[in-house]
């Protein structure tokens, strides 16, 4: 990967059981919009994927050649054919205590779950910096976690952390106040899902309604279960089976602002490239 320049631009562009699936908010999931192979060949482990908010693919290599975190970001207008760019970020190689959130901005936020301050972390890399410095290093008001905590943001910036498996045998909701730098929790909430595992991945609406992910559901479909900000995260919104069958932890989900959920299959199929399949699963006016 070249570092001269560092931006290079390309020409162009549930364990639940959903017991009927009818009404309102158990509506089908729609179709695929989009399945299409992208431009990266399968991507192992040490990748994860984000969205930002115009549709543009962020693939992040967590161990880049030159010992960095690396950016590859696809472009939605090209259909992941072509690179927005590629480029190694400020934050040294990381491992799996690491994972990462793209704001609303198109900043990233990077978390180290257990910080040499005693405290999950944020590091924030400054997108208009092209990623080669950080506009924001602090630790959290959480203690350190681990990989049964996912995390996410809404439009404000709030850092949501969810823990899979709380005391009480619900997922449970910590949002970190982004106006204090992460210091202080705005919210503590047990949710309405019960406890949880690795088999599920999250997301945040910028509403900050929070989106749970089965890779596999009682319907024998991956399913998306959006949990009310308003209610406290009590009460679901929506509950659909996806139109993808269920799948295995070569996958990785992410959402998009506008609701819909981008699946990321990094082992790839017929292909050989790592795919990308999106539907609409967590809007609620679908």
């Avoid at 908010?25 to 482990?45: K, V």
């Avoid at 996410?152 to 982004?178: H, K, M, P």
């Avoid at 295995?248 to 981008?262: K, M, P, T």
Wanted: glycine share 8%.
């Amino acid at each position: 990967m070249t570092s001269t320049p560092r931006r290079r631009w390309l020409a162009g562009t549930a364990g639940l059981a959903l017991c009927a699936w009818a009404g309102p908010g158990l509506a089908q999931a729609q179709a695929f919009r989009l399945q299409t192979p992208t431009a990266l060949p399968p991507t192992p482990r040490t990748w994860s994927f984000q969205v930002f908010d115009n549709g543009d693919l962020v693939g992040i290599q967590r161990q880049g050649s030159k010992g960095k975190t690396e950016l590859h970001v696809l472009t939605a207008g090209s259909n992941y054919q072509r690179f927005a760019f590629q480029l190694e970020t400020a934050l040294a190689a990381a491992d799996e205590g690491w994972a990462f959130v793209a704001l609303a901005n198109r900043d990233l936020l990077a978390v180290r779950r257990a910080g040499a301050s005693g405290k999950t972390e944020v590091h924030v890399l400054d997108a208009e910096r092209d990623y080669a410095s950080f506009k924001l290093q602090v630790p959290t008001a959480l203690p350190p976690t681990d990989r049964r905590w996912s995390f996410g943001a809404n439009a404000a910036g709030d850092l949501y952390c969810i823990n899979r498996l709380s005391s009480t045998g619900q997922t449970e909701v910590f949002v970190l106040d982004a106006r204090s730098r992460y210091a202080k929790v705005a919210l503590h909430a047990h949710t309405a899902l019960h406890a949880t595992d690795t088999t599920w991945d999250f997301g945040v609406m910028p509403t900050g309604d929070l989106v749970a992910i089965n890779r596999g559901g009682d319907s024998q479909r991956c399913e998306v279960h959006v949990l009310a900000a308003d209610k406290r995260f009590a009460a679901f919104r929506r509950q659909v089976p996806s139109p993808l069958p269920s799948v295995d932890r070569s996958w990785q989900f992410a959402l998009r602002a506008n609701g819909e959920v981008y699946a990321v299959h990094t082992e790839g199929g017929s292909s050989g490239k790592t795919e990308v399949h999106v539907f609409t699963g967590a809007a609620t006016g679908n």
